[in-house]
């Protein structure tokens, strides 16, 4: 006699399919999360409270579940919306696009177990009642439960504040669950042996813990969940009619350790690192509208980790838009971003060392060539997209400026990575530290440069999709795909093109490194040694505006007194010579102690200051000079009776001044630099005997009558004085060196490079170059302005001799149209925000029917725009794509009339998706051709300045879009001149 049986679930079923199953706590949250992100939520938010007893709680504004939904589905394991095409209405999707569901299995809501054991799950449907439940996961861990014995307390109310009313019920309803009910006895029996059981079990193999059954039921009752925690809700505070909340009690560890009050280690700083790679990113940051990948997505959904200590919130992670996007990447000196087919091939565009290499789809990159793409429908990969951008992590090898490098090396140390998103939510793990699956890092430590990739510095990710790429699926634990056939082959396509373009542009081997580093390095060290001459100019402008401060008193002082001094000197013997000489060099040492040098070149407020020490200290030197005149006439006089002693007194002076000054110096310079001593003693003792060595023969001069006194003391006063200048340059000068040196100025570099290169100058070419641009548009309308103003002056002559009706016309028309040509110039401007916006392409034809209205009606020129041109969309700058229609049209105008062409037409039109300016005139030569975007290249015979294409590629090159002289014939749409251009982003819809 045949039987059936049916299977029987045990309770722990649901925790091995829940709790056990997540990787770890953040990836659970990741889970949720996505469940939010099913439900059609555009907001979903966990927040951590700072309570005696912590509490966590994820927020989400998805179509919330209804009592009959909650019943039949939430509580029904292994459940998913997959198949059920019921719950994807179009009131359900909250006006969001259709989205492809993320959870596969039905089991993600089970994650919740892994935040904490204690679960109050409150959801709401529009239009519905509140539904809550309570839940305690611990009590699936008894092995010894059958999985329909445990009951789930659940109610509905209507009203918020009713929820606070029966959570006492359903804590109690709770309980049951450990100690039965008595309507049910049978149950009950059940219970009580399966947790007997359990509890004597569970003690025989840790006998110093309590009973499970004890722990779970102390939890149960002095669990609290306060109304505080669950008012962040949007449902909750009103301002959203549907979502779901849970709120969990007793937390883990890893939730607790993102509290500010945890008192931080080693161990807790890695769990927030960890949390924080996990979470941020959740949503893919680096989709735009103007980007080229086929297969990126925006989920529409935004995301945070906010934390509360004292009913105050802190936001921990939150939506990396700001932090990091497309836009920032972009901005980096190397990009490769593109698409891949269903062949393994590539299609993309590349940047390298801050230059687009090749922009569209131009850059292909083929799978090695050893490699077999799998085909079959459980192995094919399907199509997918890439986006990845880095820098140098040297400065000297870097085209980046100081300032974007030291950027972008902050940015890197929270947002780097290599992630995975599909259909534009994060994929775990990917892109943490601890994850490697496209072995950059492997190979990397292989080959450093060779491989160039660096996971720590790379910003960037894959793009998958569920419709696209079905084979690529989750472990059950969320810890990555499943390494089957699709991901080995996405491993190795990807790993392949890394490769390939770090060879051929990036990495030591690339042929583009060896070419174009030295003078990147060259640039640098220029760069550098400008920073290090303006550190070097400024130093110096401080301490001589420091010296002069302290100076010009004492100087003013110096002034008074020896004008005083000498009005009252009177000299009538040897002795009176001698007290003049001895005040000569009092005089002539204070002067030598106040003198200053290094003036920089703009003084500012100093001048006055610098004006006045520059004429007291000549005034000085006057006063010394006169001095010594007297001197010489007194000498001459009074004839001394031992001149020697005399020249004996001055030497010994000097040597004292001399002597004095070496004296502060080596003080300062071994205070500076101590090693150096030894070899500035030796210098020092050198340079107090050269001064005797020259000096002293005069002495003997004069002793033996060969030499008069006045002529030794003025020579030795110039032996002096040219000593006093070289030690002044030798150890003045080294002593501020060395105070530079101890400042980290590199004067080497700064001596390599030279000091004298001109700051001001560069600067004014480079505001020069931002404003040519405009110089261009202003040349093109300046005639046009011209004319307004003939217009508006022949109207006032015509006023003036009585013509008032036609002249008041003139003067109207002409100002009208001056206003309207000034009004043009404004979106063109360079200064001030640069903020991109839609731009159409009926937008550009109607600007320059307006721009051109006049020169065209007056010439009988015709411009035309096809309707796949008016449909153009483009998201850009316009100071940076309408210069570009402007300086093509106006050549166009320029060589239709010089030309003297019948009938003379302009089109805008588009061909394979490349917008095309033409124009039936003469054309280009061929010979020219090759020159015609060079700057001050132009065959105009006048007024041609040979900048406007040189500047309409600069702007759009700067954009990632690409203009070219028409070539071929499919793209000369008119006889004349053809220019296409390839937008970046651009949609014709």
Request: with cysteine.
């Amino acid at each position: 006699m045949i039987e059936t049986l049916s299977f029987r679930t045990q309770a722990r079923t649901v925790d091995h399919l829940g709790r056990e199953q997540i990787a770890d706590c953040p990836t659970a949250i990741s889970e949720l999360w996505k469940n939010a992100y099913d439900a059609y939520a555009r907001n979903v938010s966990l927040h951590i409270f700072d309570d005696p007893e912590p509490v966590a709680a994820i927020f989400d504004d998805g179509h919330g579940m209804s009592f009959e939904e909650f019943e039949n589905r939430w509580l029904i394991v292994g459940t998913t919306s997959k198949f059920d095409k019921s719950v994807e209405s179009k009131a359900d999707r909250n006006g969001l696009p259709k989205r492809t569901k993320q959870g596969q299995k039905g089991i993600g809501r089970l994650s919740s177990a892994n935040l904490g054991p204690l679960l109050l799950l409150v959801t709401k449907r529009k239009e519905h009642n509140f539904v809550a439940a309570l839940i305690d996961w611990r009590i699936f861990e008894n092995p010894y439960l059958v999985l329909s014995d445990i009951e789930v307390p659940v109610i509905k109310f209507k009203e918020p504040g009713q929820l606070f009313e029966f959570l006492p019920e359903l804590f109690e309803r709770l309980m049951d669950n450990l100690w039965g009910n008595p309507n049910d006895s049978k149950r009950t029996e059940r219970l009580k042996l399966a947790w007997e059981t359990f509890d004597r079990v569970s003690l025989e193999e840790t006998p110093k813990n309590e009973k499970p059954s004890q722990v779970i039921a102390n939890t149960i009752i002095n669990a609290h969940f306060a109304e505080h925690q669950i008012e962040p809700w949007s449902v909750w505070s009103g301002e959203s009619q549907h979502g779901t909340a849970l709120l969990v009690s007793d937390i883990n560890h890893d939730l607790r350790a993102q509290l500010g009050t945890i008192e931080p280690n080693s161990s807790i700083k890695s769990i927030r690192e960890q949390f924080f790679a996990t979470l941020s990113a959740f949503t893919d940051p680096f989709v735009e509208a103007t980007a080229n990948e086929k297969n990126a997505f925006d989920p529409q959904f935004s995301y945070e980790v906010i934390t509360w200590t004292n009913r105050v919130p802190n936001s921990i992670i939150e939506d990396e838009q700001d932090a990091i996007n497309r836009s920032i990447t972009d901005e980096m000196e190397h990009v490769l971003s593109g698409n891949i087919d269903g062949d393994g091939v590539f299609h993309g565009h590349i940047k390298a060392f801050g230059e687009w290499q090749k922009l569209g789809t131009d850059y292909k990159i083929y799978p090695p060539k050893d490699f077999r793409i799998p085909k079959g429908p459980t192995t094919y990969i399907g199509p997918f997209s890439l986006h990845v951008a880095t820098f140098e992590l040297k400065r000297d090898n870097s085209t980046l400026s100081d300032a974007d490098h030291s950027r972008f090396l902050a940015l890197a140390e929270q947002h780097s990575g290599f992630l995975v998103f599909r259909n534009g939510l994060r994929v775990l793990p990917y892109g943490r530290t601890d994850n490697d699956f496209f072995q950059i890092e492997t190979r990397r430590s292989i080959s450093a440069g060779r491989e160039f990739w660096n996971a720590r510095r790379m910003f960037g990710r894959v793009a998958i999709s569920r419709e696209n790429n079905p084979n690529l699926k989750d472990k059950a634990g969320r810890e990555g795909f499943i390494d089957n056939q699709s991901a080995k082959a996405l491993r190795i396509l990807v790993a392949n093109i890394l490769r390939r373009a770090a060879y051929e542009y990036f990495g030591q081997a690339s042929e583009l490194r060896r070419k174009i580093l030295p003078d990147i390095q060259e640039k640098n060290a220029k760069a550098k040694a400008e920073i290090e001459r303006k550190n070097l100019s400024k130093k110096n402008a401080l301490k001589f505006r420091s010296r002069l401060k302290a100076n010009l008193p004492k100087l003013i002082e110096l002034t008074e007194t020896t004008r005083n001094v000498i009005s009252g000197f009177e000299i009538n013997n040897q002795q009176d010579i001698e007290r003049l000489q001895s005040l000569i060099n009092d005089i002539s040492a204070q002067l030598s102690d106040l003198h200053i040098t290094g003036a920089p070149a703009k003084l500012g407020s100093s001048e006055d200051d610098y004006r006045t020490y520059r004429n007291s200290f000549s005034l000085v030197q006057d006063f010394v000079r006169e001095l010594e005149d007297r001197r010489a006439i007194a000498i001459q006089a009074i004839n001394p009776d031992k001149p020697e002693d005399i020249a004996q007194k001055q030497l010994n002076s000097f040597a004292g001044q001399l002597q004095a000054k070496l004296r502060n110096w080596k003080r300062e310079i071994e205070a500076i630099q101590g090693t150096e001593r030894e070899r500035v003693k030796k210098l020092f003792e050198e340079r107090t005997k050269v001064f005797h060595s020259l000096a002293m023969p005069l002495v003997e001069q004069v002793k033996m009558g060969k030499l008069e006194l006045d002529s030794a003391l003025k020579e030795m006063k110039k032996i002096q004085t040219i000593l006093d200048i070289e030690n002044e340059d030798t150890f003045q000068s080294y002593l501020d060196t060395l105070e530079i040196m101890s400042e980290n100025i590199n004067i080497e570099l700064i001596a390599s490079q030279g000091a004298s290169e001109n700051v001001a100058l560069r600067d004014e070419i480079n505001r020069l170059n931002e404003v040519a641009q405009l110089g261009v548009t202003v040349e093109i309308v300046g005639h046009e302005l011209s004319s307004h103003e003939r217009m508006i002056r022949e109207g006032l002559r015509q006023v003036k001799s009585g013509g008032h009706e036609h002249g008041t016309r003139l003067i109207e028309e002409g100002f009208e149209a001056l206003s309207e040509q000034l009004e043009f110039l404004a979106p063109l401007k360079v200064s001030g925000s640069r903020i991109r916006r839609k731009i159409s392409g009926e937008e550009i034809f109607r600007y320059l029917e307006q721009f051109f209205h006049r020169v065209l009606r007056s010439r009988q020129i015709r411009i035309n725009a096809s309707d796949d041109f008016q449909k153009l969309s483009l998201y850009e700058q316009p100071s940076r794509i309408l210069p570009v229609f402007i300086n093509l049209v106006n050549n166009s105008v320029y060589w239709l009339v010089n030309s003297h062409i019948e009938n003379p037409v302009i089109a805008l039109s588009v061909i394979n998706n490349k917008v095309v300016v033409s124009d039936n005139g003469p054309g280009i030569d061929q010979l020219d051709q090759e020159s015609l975007f060079k700057i001050f290249f132009s065959r105009k015979s006048s007024r041609g300045r040979g900048i406007g294409l040189y500047l309409c590629r600069a702007n759009l090159m700067a954009g990632g879009h690409v203009i070219e002289y028409a070539t071929e014939r499919s793209y000369r749409y008119l006889s004349g001149a053809n220019f296409v251009i390839d937008f970046k982003g651009a949609s014709f819809d």
